[in-house]
């Protein structure tokens, strides 16, 4: 049994149990996940006797030889096309997904009209969130190209004259260089005062000596994503940038050693917040400690004051940070594997103090 029949028949699984008696899945992700087809054009229509896969004449023959156990209908008007089809299904319920937009929820009500819709919140993505064999080892291939391109951009950096767009650009081409098929999100590059902006996305501004150099950045392979930060230090360092340093290294590395299946959300973002607090600078952690990666950048689960715990075969980040405004700011992230009894660091690049 292929890996992706097995994500489909959780799916109906999940589905027999609903409060639905079919679904209408039309986000790009989850469309790629449950069916392998990547394109603009494509809507999934599962319930228990039917699994439809309707895209446009753009696609067919791409559709043809990269899904199976789908039916295949090509035409450009999706949702009237299922009606059609399912007329005498005995159907009640059709499900969607709450996030789309309000043009695509007015096609539903005019189409399905004889149904009763129900909005469903993270139907596939709670599916998504335990990564099977095949995306663990896409992600890790991810990590690893960013890995690779920031021990590239050490030898890129010149003080004085490089930009912290230069960073950016190089990091970006780089990782495509090395088989990355895009970013994963806008490359943040922040340097000196800036670097105490969480999201201090690449400026002109000049990388100068006695600056922190903060670089978050990921790619895209085989759509699945990297998410990556590294702190380094250019020309000089002072005894408090490297306390800061290393109390965000701690903080990272408390987590590394506690996550494992079982633990709960709380706990997770806890762990290393607790340590950069018991310092003194926990005003100074101004975010969560992480998110789930995969097929987007951002996936559940997120953390805080909220309910549940990791299980094993979720990738997570772990990202503590201090900042301190109008002075500079120290992030360090890794990508990790929970497993049963620990987790798994996806993310090997050098992280212990890097001053160039």
């Not at 150099?213 to 085989?222: A, K, P, Q, V």
């Amino acid at each position: 049994m292929s890996f992706i029949e097995k994500r489909i028949q959780k799916f109906e699984a999940k589905l027999a149990t609903s409060d639905v008696d079919a679904i209408v899945v039309s986000g790009q992700h989850n469309i790629y996940y449950l069916t392998g087809f990547w394109g603009t054009a494509g809507t999934v229509f599962i319930s228990g006797s039917r699994r439809l896969f309707l895209t446009d004449a753009r696609y067919t023959l791409i559709a043809k030889q990269s899904i199976q156990g789908f039916d295949i209908i090509e035409t450009r008007s999706a949702l009237a096309e299922i009606a059609k089809i399912i007329k005498d299904d005995k159907l009640s319920v059709i499900g969607f997904d709450s996030e789309v937009s309000y043009a695509y929820y007015q096609k539903l009500t005019t189409t399905f009209t004889e149904y009763r819709l129900l909005a469903l919140t993270n139907f596939v993505e709670e599916l998504r969130i335990i990564k099977d064999a095949d995306e663990v080892e896409t992600i890790r291939q991810a990590c690893a190209i960013s890995d690779k391109a920031f021990l590239d951009v050490l030898d890129f950096i010149k003080p004085g004259q490089t930009t912290e767009l230069d960073v950016a650009n190089f990091l970006d081409f780089r990782m495509r260089k090395y088989g990355a098929s895009g970013v994963s999100f806008e490359t943040i590059v922040a340097s000196g005062y800036r670097s105490a902006m969480p999201h201090g996305v690449a400026s002109e501004k000049i990388i100068q000596k006695g600056e922190t150099l903060t670089m978050d950045f990921g790619c895209y392979y085989n759509h699945y994503v990297s998410d990556m930060t590294r702190t380094i230090h250019i020309g000089q360092i002072t005894d408090e940038e490297r306390e800061i340093y290393n109390l965000v290294l701690k903080a990272n590395k408390a987590l590394i050693a506690e996550a494992k299946a079982g633990l709960s959300y709380r706990s997770f973002d806890k762990i290393p917040r607790d340590v950069i607090a018991a310092a003194g600078y926990g005003d100074a952690f101004t975010h969560g400690i992480g998110h789930g990666i995969g097929l987007d950048i951002h996936e559940i689960p997120y953390f805080g004051n909220v309910e549940g715990e990791i299980k094993s075969g979720m990738v997570l980040t772990d990202e503590p940070g201090i900042y301190l405004n109008g002075k500079y700011g120290v992030r360090i992230e890794d990508d990790l594997l929970v497993t049963e009894d620990g987790c798994e660091v996806l993310t090997l690049a050098p992280k212990e103090l890097i001053v160039l």
